[in-house]
Nanobody, 118 residues
């Protein structure tokens, strides 16, 4: 079992930065790959970034590569998403989720809203 809670969202302007955090409770966190996903208004939820359990490997959607950085602190059971040079297209609800060995997401947080104004 894994419980996830996102924080750090807010209203920012184009070009600003935000750091999202995801607090995890449950022993599965440190041995699990973790994802960030986002859902823009009126659109389906989409993958943003993933990180392996030991932080050795990360992968990003093309839309955020070079601007966003996913990281984690297993000792604190925290997952992060550093978002730089934000654009209006980054607006949406951001979710953290656990990634299973077969690439599915089985535990999700409730999401945190990020709004980027022009």
């Amino acid at each position: 079992q894994l419980q996830l809670e996102e924080s750090g969202g807010g209203l920012v302007q184009t070009g600003d930065s935000l750091r999202l955090a995801c607090a995890a409770s449950g022993r599965a966190f440190s041995t699990s790959a973790m994802d960030w996903h986002r859902q823009a208004p009126g659109r389906e939820r989409r993958f943003v970034a993933t990180i392996t359990s030991n932080s050795v490997h990360t992968y990003y959607d093309d839309s955020v590569r070079g601007r966003f950085t996913i990281s984690r602190d297993n000792a604190k059971q925290m997952l992060y998403l550093q978002m730089n040079n934000l654009t209006v297209e980054d607006t949406g609800v951001y979710y953290c989720a656990r990634r299973t060995l077969v690439g599915r997401n089985d535990f999700w947080g409730q999401g945190t809203q990020v709004t980027v104004s022009p």
